[in-house]
């Protein structure tokens, strides 16, 4: 027990030293918010994956495959499908990032519409869909201290220590800002995905090795939702399709366009970042789905992670656990942070009508959402199991961000008002949806609650920007600002 925490703690108090030794001081709320735009594609994409893959990957996700079969493989899809995306982001969110000393999400959107309103609905929506993702990250970390101490600490008194751990390692979030993420990121990244690939390796040859193979799978579990089925033929489709878009609507997830130091090395990041995700999600994936037929895995899927790897002893123990705690640490942090920022930045600013500019004020309300999240942790403290269902809800609300974002950044045509009333009638028209149909709607073919928001989000948007479009004026400020995207590549490939 004590090789196994003190293998963790070593390796958190190495991470805080980092982050004091090599972290400058940021002089304004853009610099701590957004790291200075100074970061290349190597920290760009270890900061990005740290985030995208949060430790409960190891936990629910790997739960779900082992409990459900096949269909936890759509991580790999929609990771895969994001990681694309940014591509297609970074040119349009860089530039005009530069440009308009932009901050977070909310604040790119305030300025493709030209409104204020448009900006607090997005931070509102934002934040209100990421806390409970942050509780869920919060509550990941208990695994790691149940299985430690060979059960010796409870369900619930795990969580509190894994609540604790995390509120600490916040300390430094709040000091250091996006800066101090990105750089802990890199070391959390090599952590958490490299050296979690080969445990994931090494386990998927010892559970072959020991009459674990595929030909032990449940058949049950190899076959996707289709017609007929319980949860319906498009599941599976919405699952993907929330996972892809709603992926570039959490703030901590968008704001890695604004912390990199150029188009050409969001791309890279682009680029890099898929064959890690597709080779580590789809071999976490494999893991857990050999591991449904080990029979502690069967009788509680979510414990996957921690049920293999006590059976290497305390060494293999404290590696699965540095693993969890990486992912968790990078996830809850850039979390934290960036709807810390975007509080300050898009719902406190407006609401005193002046854009933040101390970098105290962020350090603030990183700190204040920090308490808040660490409260709803230990409230739920007794939710232990079935914990991808946050998640999957979470995606449900921040998805009804996608056409404001989408048509903003690719249609010259959609309005404020549009989008206004997309935001506002897609997320309500989730929250309704959800509450009586959690898992798919089945007089939809399956569909979860958050397509159900998209289609009412992306039809209003569409309708409401063709029968009132923008005035002649403002039509105007929105053509210019797409025509200093193609006037800034011009000066590029004049310049080269």
């Known amino acids: 027990m004590w090789i196994t925490f003190g293998?963790?703690?070593?390796?958190?108090i190495f991470v805080i030293i980092?982050?004091?030794?090599?972290?400058?001081?940021?002089?304004?709320?853009?610099?701590?918010?957004t790291g200075g735009?100074?970061?290349?594609?190597?920290?760009?994409?270890?900061?990005?994956?740290?985030?995208?893959?949060?430790?409960?990957?190891?936990?629910?996700?790997?739960g779900l495959t082992a409990g459900s079969g096949v269909t936890g493989f759509y991580l790999v899809q929609y990771s895969v499908f994001a990681a694309i995306i940014m591509f297609l982001l970074a040119k349009p969110a860089y530039l005009w990032g530069t440009r308009y000393?932009?901050?977070?999400?909310?604040?790119?959107?305030?300025?493709?519409?030209?409104?204020?309103t448009v900006r607090v609905i997005a931070a509102i929506i934002g934040v209100i869909a990421?806390?409970?993702?942050?509780?869920?990250?919060?509550?990941?970390?208990?695994?790691?201290?149940?299985?430690?101490?060979?059960?010796?600490?409870?369900?619930?008194?795990?969580?509190?220590?894994?609540?604790?751990?995390?509120?600490?390692?916040?300390?430094?979030?709040?000091k250091f800002g996006m800066r101090g993420v990105m750089i802990s990121d890199l070391i959390q990244g090599i952590a958490a995905y490299l050296i979690g690939f080969l445990v994931i390796f090494g386990l998927i040859v010892w559970l072959i090795a020991n009459n674990h193979g595929f030909d032990q799978v449940d058949p049950a579990l190899l076959i996707l939702p289709g017609p007929g089925s319980e949860l319906g033929p498009l599941y599976l489709f919405s699952l993907v399709l929330t996972g892809?878009?709603?992926?570039?609507?959490?703030?901590?997830?968008?704001?890695?366009?604004?912390?990199?130091?150029?188009?050409?090395t969001i791309r890279r990041t682009s680029v890099q970042a898929v064959p890690i995700l597709l080779v580590f999600a789809t071999a976490l994936n494999v893991l857990a789905l050999l591991a449904s037929s080990v029979p502690e895995v069967a009788a509680a899927p979510d414990t996957v992670w921690f049920v293999l790897a006590s059976f290497g002893g305390p060494l293999l123990l404290g590696l699965a656990g540095i693993c969890v705690l990486c992912g968790s640490m990078g996830n809850v942090g850039a979390n934290l942070q960036a709807i810390g920022a975007m509080t300050a930045n898009d719902i406190i600013g407006p609401m005193k009508k002046q854009e933040i500019q101390n970098a105290r004020i962020g350090k603030i309300s990183v700190a204040a959402v920090t308490i808040i999240s660490s409260l709803g942790a230990l409230a739920t403290a007794t939710t232990t199991s079935g914990l991808v269902l946050w998640a999957q809800v979470s995606y449900q609300g921040i998805c009804q961000l996608a056409p404001t974002l989408f048509l903003g950044i690719f249609w010259r045509r959609t309005t404020a008002l549009s989008a206004i009333l997309g935001m506002i009638l897609g997320f309500g028209t989730a929250a309704i949806v959800q509450i009586f149909y959690p898992i798919s709607v089945p007089w939809l073919g399956g569909m979860t609650s958050g397509i159900a928001g998209l289609i009412i989000n992306t039809a209003v948007?569409?309708?409401?920007?063709?029968?009132?479009?923008?005035?002649?004026?403002?039509?105007?400020?929105?053509?210019?600002?797409?025509?200093?995207?193609?006037?800034?590549q011009k000066d590029e490939k004049q310049a080269s």
């Open 7 to 12: 293998m963790i703690a070593a390796f958190f």
């Open 18 to 33: 980092v982050m004091e030794r090599s972290t400058a001081k940021d002089a304004s709320f853009s610099d701590y918010a």
């Open 37 to 62: 735009r100074s970061f290349n594609s190597v920290y760009g994409t270890a900061a990005f994956i740290n985030t995208w893959l949060p430790g409960t990957v190891f936990i629910s996700f790997a």
């Open 101 to 116: 000393d932009l901050r977070t999400q909310a604040d790119l959107l305030g300025l493709r519409y030209g409104s204020t």
């Open 130 to 174: 990421s806390i409970p993702w942050v509780v869920l990250g919060m509550q990941s970390l208990a695994l790691i201290f149940s299985f430690s101490s060979d059960g010796a600490i409870g369900p619930v008194f795990a969580v509190v220590l894994g609540v604790v751990v995390l509120t600490i390692r916040q300390i430094w979030t709040v």
């Open 244 to 264: 892809a878009l709603g992926g570039w609507c959490w703030p901590d997830i968008f704001v890695r366009l604004f912390t990199q130091n150029g188009v050409s």
């Open 461 to 488: 948007m569409v309708a409401v920007s063709l029968l009132l479009p923008n005035s002649a004026k403002e039509q105007t400020r929105v053509d210019n600002l797409f025509a200093e995207l193609n006037q800034k």
